[in-house]
DNA sequence: GAAAAATATTGAACGATGTTCAAAATAATT
DNA sequence: AATTATTTTGAACATCGTTCAATATTTTTC
């Protein structure tokens, strides 16, 4: 009989779910191995049995945040026509996601691992998914572009955008309205298609 | 005589020291108690005399990797005259003072302090003074603006180039070759400057 | 179905870590 | 020189993540 998988699977699944759960409403930086088994009902060695770790049990919440993000963003994606009112979405998407997961979404990057054990590469693949969400748009606006400088560039508008959400949500700066974000976000990303849009013709 | 206070600013900057090169060398997440402390030539405890925290080091420590970026960027704002040119110059100082003081500078960002003890004000003031320096070409590039409409435009260009740069050096993606980092972090500049350009005429 | 083997779960113990604070050392004052 | 004020020390504490021998449970064997 395979009890013995199903109670492994239960235990992970328990173990997911009240560590997502507190990372929600504490953030990853106080998220504890005792707290955690306690929500789960298990013992604290219970952990290790589960997962490898406790970085490895956070790479796992970091997961499903990854997989909810891009659902966001593929109902962002498709609705309008033309690439750049579609980069647009994108970048609004993400933003709406950032906002309404902020301690989730803080987690899939402030989350320092050790130099010893970096990511494995099932995640990385997860991110790197995300960029290419990014990559297809550009695809139309700058058709010439090889994949491998448009893979390139998706990364790099993903991290200025990344980068302009984090700094206002991280509230290391004073904050500012969300319709104010949003603006500035938005004007950035047409921006930036213009700017793509106009080296097609160099 | 004033032995007490010299001897007390000695121990204060034989601290800093200590843990700067840590920083330097380990990165802030291996900074430790003990080994700045015996790098510093003082007990354990030495370090609560002379800071408050563990934090409170190392947010001397990130205000004397402010000022050095800064300068460096001081230094890459005034060689050229358009605007446009001034803010490339910064991004490529940016850039270059990242990979540089790589530890260092991420320590600027990645120092995630207790939400019950944020950074104090005059911490806070030197990040907004590093905003300043973005914002004075702005202010050529669209004189209309108001001044707060234009440090919050600065925020955003700051978020976006730091944004670029972060996604690369993290490594949390593939490596790009620095070269085409700098190529990407111009282009996108140039972008935003000439859309900043354009909306001077709407 | 009961005994034996295989596996899973437990939680006390360990090593690190940041921080505290009474005692010892040092400096300043009288 | 004695007394007072201050600083420096490092053992002790609380809190972590992680381990692992002991216990409990499940599976297999006959």
Not at 33 to 60: F, K, P
Not at 113 to 128: I, R
Request: hydrophobic share 45%.
């Amino acid at each position: 009989m395979g009890r013995r998988e199903d109670k492994r699977e239960d235990l992970k699944a328990r173990l997911l779910e009240a560590a997502r759960d507190r990372i929600e409403r504490d953030g990853v930086a106080n998220l504890r191995a005792r707290d955690v088994t306690q929500d789960a009902g298990c013992a604290l060695g219970g952990l290790y049995s589960a997962y490898t770790d406790l970085n490895d049990l956070i790479i796992h919440v970091n997961s499903t945040t990854l997989k909810a993000l891009e659902q966001s963003l593929a109902l962002a994606g498709v609705k309008d026509r033309s690439p750049t009112d579609r980069l647009r979405n994108l970048g609004q998407g993400y933003l709406k996601f950032a906002m309404a997961n902020r301690n989730l979404w803080k987690a899939l990057f402030e989350h320092a691992l050790p130099a010893d054990t970096p990511s494995p590469q099932w995640h990385l693949d997860e991110h790197l998914f995300l960029l290419s969400i990014i990559a297809e748009p550009l695809r139309e606006l700058q058709p010439e572009m090889s994949d491998e400088d448009r893979a390139v560039r998706a990364r790099t508008l993903f991290g200025a955008v990344h980068g302009i959400i984090s700094i206002t949500l991280e509230a290391r700066f004073v904050g500012l309205p969300p319709e104010r974000l949003e603006r500035e976000l938005d004007e950035i990303i047409i921006m930036i298609a213009a700017g793509a849009a106009v080296m097609r013709r160099d």
